[in-house]
């Protein structure tokens, strides 16, 4: 199995409080994906990196940021929390980008209230 | 926008019965790769098809790929209860190796 660590994997926070997510790999692949992951609307991208402080948005980017300050973590950042990022967040990350495949994390459980 | 649309959403069936779930799009994807999700757990590869027409199987799990490259499907013979899952296919562009992800068909298989 990739090695590929979420943290936390359940969280409820309130509305309006920032919130931190962090994904963690020791594959050292290049490409880490953030992904929310909702009923009937399956995989969303929210924000992709391809290499250290190299990141670019996703189709649901609004309300998150992201960081890469090194190789092997992906932090996505809810600034302020709303009703609507309840979810489940998924990290991936994948060693090329030409057919290669996504190992994905386990899942962070974020419930906003 | 739904770029590949994945049918049928749900499905609930007999051990035993066979099934096939479809992946559909107007654009030419490099490759298409399957995934099955357990809860609580992240997606886990299934397969990769590639070429055009190309046909993999894995155990009682045939998967394939148009000729055109737009389309797949994945056939499950004699199903049975550990094939229950979330299974989502994920087309990968050929212009920019994004991927792109069906909604997902959540099977269940009961005994």
């Known amino acids: 199995d990739a090695g590929i660590t979420q943290s936390p994997r359940h969280k409820v926070t309130e509305t309006g409080t920032p919130v931190t997510l962090r994904c963690h790999q020791t594959e050292n692949h290049r490409y880490m994906y953030w992904y929310r992951q909702d009923p009937g609307h399956g995989l969303r991208l929210i924000h992709y990196s391809y290499g250290v402080k190299d990141t670019d948005k996703g189709e649901v980017s609004d309300g998150y940021s992201v960081s890469r300050s090194k190789t092997e973590d992906f932090l996505l950042t809810l600034e302020s929390a709303t009703s609507s990022q309840t979810s489940v967040y998924f990290c991936a990350i994948r060693a090329g980008t030409d057919n290669s495949p996504l190992h994905f994390g386990n899942g962070t459980r974020l419930t906003v209230t | 926008t739904q770029l590949l649309e994945q049918s049928p959403q749900f499905l609930s069936i007999q051990e035993g019965e066979n099934l096939t779930v479809y992946c559909n799009s107007s654009?030419?994807?490099?490759?298409l790769q399957w995934y099955r999700q357990e809860p609580g757990e992240g997606p886990v590869l299934l397969v990769t098809v590639v070429t055009g027409g190309e046909v993999k199987k894995l155990k009682r799990l045939t998967f394939q790929f148009g000729d055109a490259r737009k389309d797949s499907s994945l056939h499950i013979t004699a199903a049975q209860p550990g094939d229950t899952g979330l299974y989502l296919c994920?087309?990968?562009?050929?212009?920019?190796?994004?991927?792109?992800w069906g909604a997902g068909t959540k099977l269940i298989i009961k005994p």
């Open positions: 654009s030419v994807f490099s490759s």
């Open positions: 994920a087309g990968v562009r050929a212009s920019n190796y994004q991927l792109i």
